[in-house]
């Protein structure tokens, strides 16, 4: 990078989190340092939700899955309009009502303390390990392409983000990410404008959009009743249902950031906005993607995106080989672009018969694209077979570092640390006030006084941002970073979402039902992946798609909780709350 990119991108990121710092420096209570004082408005509460569940992930995988696959990602986010209005006019009132700082709270209220502990509990395991993934993910890509340190990488990101969350708590949260996600949306708006202009320099949009689509990279509905289909309409509808009112109804990052309203109203109002953004919000960062793959059929894309890998090979035993790969990839290119001229030339035929025949041979070049890079990461894995070889993190990445303007690149790099600051942080505020609220101030037995408690949130804080980059410097990499998030939140959300529904809608089942069928429901969704992961016997029969976690869980311990409470009372009688 350039001089002006180092100082757009320090400049940025330090204004930021001096401006988190210095706004709420005045913060006195724990009521202001856990709900930020309660004074927040919708717009803020938006932005604040939608900069948590936006990590830096989003922004790295999101563009290569629409690069590699086009637009079908967008329909996991098909449930989660139909999911915020669900929360909006059945669970923040309650919350309210309750005045709870937590979610886990009303739990206990609701059922036992055990129920609220074991809610909780899990909550902490899967965010805990998500707040290093979302540290470590952007820390591993940036340091490859940059070739910083890894290392000092994930320790940079981590305490930034510690200073800030701990000096201000909440509200500097809140007012952080609503900056952060200005940056975030800037940059890619920018990004998205210069690769319109380069493309509509070799040909009309509308017919760059005609040959993606001939690729199937503008498809965006799949109907397909397949449980093995990862995102269809119905998997989006339910899986994203069942996941998004877990995750923005019970998971503590989320809650604590609607908690933060003036009133009920600016809480709905602020999650009403994600309902209505959201899904084009992700639409455009997969379209970003696809803008990507319509650009390298026009100039010449690396025949591996994380060159790092791909020189790393060339240095190898197996230097022969790879050059081969290279002078296919660099001959197909030539056969890409016969193909793609002759269809852009196509497109204005009649005949649908000869168009089609046209389509036929561009996806033949395209499908022989795919097959090279295909043995590419072959090679890989043979010369290290813990190498992870899935490089769609990088697509997006290479494009910056190769095709923007000098400046844009510093920004472009600012959004990305920006994105994984602004999740982390939310995280962390999260993870601080569950553990707090939850487990310290409830089972400590001894009266504290106020700034005790402020004390202990905030430490509270230090230590899992410490927990958050240890975590990642220890990870690996996995396949896809958007995918592995939404598999982790999979795993726990079905059944930290089906306590929920039974405490808000089953009132007669009691805490010992609820908190056995939780744990024996969290086993089966358990076994069910990692059954077909390592082939456990009987569970590798299933062949199910993460989505489905969130469904199944939440079905189960309403099942069990219900079968428990028939067969261990006579006269159930409802625990009102």
Same mark, same amino acid.
């Given at each position: 990078?350039?001089?002006?990119?180092?100082?757009?991108?320090?400049?940025?990121?330090?204004?930021?989190?001096?401006?988190?710092?210095?706004?709420?420096?005045?913060?006195?209570?724990?009521?202001?340092?856990?709900?930020?004082?309660?004074?927040?408005?919708?717009?803020?509460?938006?932005?604040?939700?939608?900069?948590?569940?936006?990590?830096?992930?989003?922004?790295?995988?999101?563009?290569?899955?629409?690069?590699?696959?086009?637009?079908?990602?967008?329909?996991?986010?098909?449930?989660?309009?139909?999911?915020?209005?669900?929360?909006?006019?059945?669970?923040?009132?309650?919350?309210?009502?309750?005045?709870?700082? *937590?979610?886990?709270?009303?739990?206990?209220?609701?059922?036992?303390?055990?129920?609220?502990?074991?809610?909780?509990?899990?909550?902490?395991?899967?965010?805990?390990?998500?707040?290093?993934?979302?540290?470590?993910?952007?820390?591993?890509?940036?340091?490859?392409?940059?070739?910083?340190?890894?290392?000092?990488?994930?320790?940079?990101?981590?305490?930034?983000?510690?200073?800030?969350?701990?000096?201000?708590?909440?509200?500097?949260?809140?007012? *952080?990410?609503?900056?952060?996600?200005?940056?975030?949306?800037?940059?890619?708006?920018?990004?998205?404008?210069?690769?319109?202009?380069?493309?509509?320099?070799?040909?009309?949009?509308?017919?760059?959009?005609?040959?993606?689509?001939?690729?199937?990279?503008?498809?965006?509905?799949?109907?397909?009743?397949?449980?093995?289909?990862?995102?269809?309409?119905?998997?989006?509808?339910?899986?994203?249902?069942?996941?998004?009112?877990?995750?923005?109804?019970?998971?503590?990052?989320?809650?604590?950031?609607?908690?933060?309203?003036?009133?009920?109203?600016?809480?709905?109002?602020?999650?009403?906005?994600?309902?209505?953004?959201?899904?084009?919000?992700?639409?455009?960062?997969?379209?970003?993607?696809?803008?990507?793959?319509?650009?390298?059929?026009?100039?010449?894309?690396?025949?591996?995106?994380?060159?790092?890998?791909?020189?790393?090979?060339?240095?190898?035993?197996?230097?022969?080989?790879?050059?081969?790969?290279?002078?296919?990839?660099?001959?197909?290119?030539?056969?890409?672009?016969?193909?793609?001229?002759?269809?852009?030339?196509?497109?204005?035929?009649?005949?649908?018969?000869?168009?089609?025949?046209?389509?036929?041979?561009?996806?033949?070049?395209?499908?022989?694209?795919?097959?090279?890079?295909?043995?590419?990461?072959?090679?890989?894995?043979?010369?290290?077979?813990?190498?992870?070889?899935?490089?769609?993190?990088?697509?997006?990445?290479?494009?910056?570092?190769?095709?923007?303007?000098?400046?844009?690149?510093?920004?472009?790099?600012?959004?990305?640390?920006?994105?994984?600051?602004?999740?982390?942080?939310?995280?962390?505020?999260?993870?601080? *006030?569950?553990?707090?609220?939850?487990?310290?101030?409830?089972?400590?037995?001894?009266?504290?006084?106020?700034?005790?408690?402020?004390?202990?949130?905030?430490?509270?804080?230090?230590?899992?941002?410490?927990?958050?980059?240890?975590?990642?410097?220890?990870?690996?990499?996995?396949?896809?970073?958007?995918?592995?998030?939404?598999?982790?939140?999979?795993?726990?959300?079905?059944?930290?979402?089906?306590?929920?529904?039974?405490?808000?809608?089953?009132?007669?089942?009691?805490?010992?039902?609820?908190?056995?069928?939780?744990?024996?429901?969290?086993?089966?969704?358990?076994?069910?992946?990692?059954?077909?992961?390592?082939?456990?016997?009987?569970?590798?029969?299933?062949?199910?798609?993460?989505?489905?976690?969130?469904?199944?869980?939440?079905?189960?311990?309403?099942?069990?909780?219900?079968?428990? *409470?028939?067969?261990?009372?006579?006269?159930?009688?409802?625990?009102?709350?």
């Amino acid at each position: 990078m350039s001089v002006i990119d180092w100082i757009v991108l320090f400049t940025t990121l330090f204004a930021i989190v001096g401006y988190g710092t210095w706004k709420s420096r005045k913060n006195q209570g724990l009521n202001d340092y856990l709900r930020g004082g309660n004074d927040m408005s919708w717009f803020t509460i938006g932005l604040s939700v939608m900069a948590t569940q936006a990590s830096a992930i989003t922004f790295l995988s999101a563009p290569g899955l629409g690069y590699e696959q086009g637009l079908k990602f967008v329909q996991f986010y098909f449930g989660l309009p139909l999911a915020l209005i669900i929360i909006s006019a059945f669970i923040i009132p309650i919350y309210y009502k309750l005045k709870v700082f *937590t979610a886990y709270e009303y739990l206990e209220k609701r059922f036992d303390l055990k129920t609220r502990l074991l809610a909780a509990f899990l909550f902490l395991i899967q965010r805990g390990l998500a707040a290093g993934l979302t540290i470590f993910a952007p820390a591993f890509i940036l340091s490859t392409i940059l070739g910083w340190n890894l290392q000092f990488t994930n320790i940079f990101v981590g305490v930034l983000v510690i200073i800030y969350t701990v000096s201000g708590g909440t509200k500097a949260v809140s007012l *952080t990410q609503k900056w952060q996600m200005g940056v975030i949306l800037l940059g890619m708006g920018l990004a998205f404008g210069i690769l319109i202009y380069k493309i509509t320099q070799f040909t009309d949009f509308g017919s760059a959009l005609e040959i993606a689509g001939s690729v199937g990279r503008m498809e965006i509905l799949d109907f397909d009743l397949n449980l093995n289909e990862r995102y269809t309409v119905w998997s989006g509808l339910t899986g994203g249902l069942f996941l998004s009112l877990s995750y923005f109804g019970t998971d503590q990052s989320q809650v604590q950031r609607y908690l933060t309203g003036k009133n009920i109203k600016e809480s709905r109002l602020g999650l009403m906005f994600n309902a209505v953004v959201k899904i084009p919000m992700q639409l455009f960062i997969l379209f970003t993607g696809v803008l990507v793959f319509i650009f390298y059929l026009y100039v010449k894309p690396p025949v591996f995106f994380n060159q790092t890998a791909l020189d790393g090979l060339k240095q190898s035993e197996y230097k022969e080989e790879i050059n081969a790969l290279e002078d296919r990839h660099s001959a197909n290119f030539e056969e890409i672009q016969q193909k793609r001229q002759a269809l852009d030339e196509g497109l204005t035929i009649q005949n649908s018969e000869d168009l089609e025949i046209l389509k036929d041979e561009f996806r033949g070049a395209v499908d022989e694209d795919v097959a090279i890079r295909a043995e590419v990461k072959d090679l890989l894995l043979k010369a290290d077979p813990n190498f992870k070889v899935k490089d769609t993190n990088y697509v997006f990445l290479n494009f910056v570092m190769k095709y923007l303007p000098i400046g844009i690149i510093g920004l472009i790099i600012a959004l990305i640390f920006s994105a994984a600051m602004s999740s982390t942080s939310g995280e962390l505020n999260a993870l601080a *006030t569950t553990t707090f609220v939850d487990f310290y101030n409830r089972l400590r037995k001894k009266e504290s006084t106020e700034r005790e408690q402020l004390r202990a949130s905030k430490l509270l804080t230090v230590v899992w941002g410490l927990l958050a980059i240890s975590f990642a410097l220890v990870a690996d990499l996995f396949d896809n970073l958007i995918e592995m998030v939404n598999l982790l939140g999979s795993l726990f959300y079905g059944t930290i979402l089906g306590i929920f529904l039974v405490a808000f809608f089953i009132k007669w089942v009691k805490g010992n039902a609820i908190f056995w069928s939780a744990i024996l429901a969290e086993v089966f969704v358990l076994m069910l992946h990692f059954g077909k992961v390592y082939n456990i016997p009987f569970f590798n029969l299933f062949e199910i798609e993460y989505l489905w976690y969130n469904v199944i869980g939440s079905v189960l311990v309403i099942v069990f909780s219900l079968i428990m *409470t028939i067969f261990t009372t006579s006269s159930p009688s409802p625990k009102e709350v």
